[in-house]
């Protein structure tokens, strides 16, 4: 998984990027919230951002709030990195779009678990966001005929917007993805064919 960390003191980005690749993460590395701002708004984004709270520029509750903003069906997943434990700040953090956050000093196996919740987290949406790619596309190419459709009662010939009168099979072609084979029902085929309906109705007893 593609990770950004953003982090302004340059010994902890280190550590904390050898952590992540350790576990078989790319990460992309960040000193400040701009550069984040930057990375992450622009195409082929890291789908998963620790960001420091306290950075230069912009700080990590400000790039939450900008990516938050902005419409997505597969949003950035963000870890906020804080020394700071009141209640208070950490309901600003969740507020502005934060999707979980991490005490410093971290431990590195808590650090570990909420990147695979986040890894995991990140893999739902892009499955959710196939399937509803998929739906739309299937109702993109679905007609529904709708309202009262003048048919003729004797030939059941239908009557379109335009005035002109249709075959019931050429008018659902035209109105809906549906496709026809022809074939006879029973009765029409004694009617209009009785010697060939005599012979199958034999057939069908002998069978029987």
Not at 181 to 187: A, E, K
Request: aromatic fraction near 6%; hydrophobic fraction near 40%.
């Amino acid at each position: 998984m593609r990770i950004l960390i953003a982090e302004d003191d340059i010994t902890s980005r280190k550590i904390l990027s050898a952590v992540l690749r350790k576990h078989g993460h790319e990460v992309v590395e960040t000193a400040d919230g701009a550069e984040a701002w930057e990375a992450l708004a622009g195409p082929d984004a890291p789908r998963i951002a620790i960001l420091d709270w306290v950075m230069p520029q912009m700080d990590g509750v400000e790039v939450c709030r900008r990516l938050h903003a902005i419409p997505s069906d597969q949003p950035t997943y963000v870890i906020m990195l804080t020394s700071r434990n009141e209640r208070e700040d950490l309901i600003e953090g969740l507020d502005a779009g934060a999707n979980d956050y991490l005490s410093k000093p971290y431990d590195q196996s808590e650090l570990r678990a909420r990147v695979a919740v986040g890894c995991r987290m990140v893999e739902l949406q892009a499955q959710l966001a196939a399937k509803i790619d998929e739906l739309q596309d299937a109702l993109d190419r679905v007609k529904t005929l709708q309202g009262i459709l003048p048919i003729c009662m004797h030939c059941k010939s239908i009557r379109d917007d335009e005035g002109y009168w249709q075959r019931v099979e050429s008018y659902v072609e035209t109105h809906s993805d549906a496709l026809f084979s022809h074939g006879l029902c029973p009765d029409c085929l004694r009617e209009f064919y009785p010697d060939v309906a005599e012979v199958v109705e034999r057939r069908r007893a002998s069978a029987g």
